[in-house]
């Protein structure tokens, strides 16, 4: 089963950064206004980037990570990986 690592623009322009093991559902969740507090208070969302990982445990690594990044670098990690298709969401 795959993972994946995602982040998603909100209405306000600021970005989240998140994990799930559907990503399609989990964006359907934020903007219900039943993903993370932080999404219930900026949504809608939309999704910016998306990386897939073999397990949890990389997903949520990689999250991590980028969760630690300024905006600044998670604008330029979006840009650096925006040549690949984001995943197709069954909503």
Excluded at 12 to 24: A, H, I
Excluded at 49 to 54: K, M, R, S, V
Excluded at 66 to 80: C, F, H, P, R, Y
Aim: hydrophobic fraction near 30%; include cysteine.
């Amino acid at each position: 089963m795959p993972y994946f690592t995602y982040i998603v623009e909100c209405s306000n322009g600021s970005l989240y950064t998140g994990w799930t093991d559907d990503v399609g559902q989990r964006l359907q969740k934020h903007n219900q206004g039943k993903g993370a507090k932080y999404t219930r208070s900026f949504g809608p969302v939309s999704l910016v980037a998306c990386w897939e990982f073999c397990s949890k445990s990389e997903a949520m690594k990689f999250e991590w990570k980028v969760k630690n990044l300024t905006k600044a670098s998670k604008s330029k990690l979006i840009e650096d990986t925006s040549h690949r298709p984001l995943p197709t969401l069954v909503i």
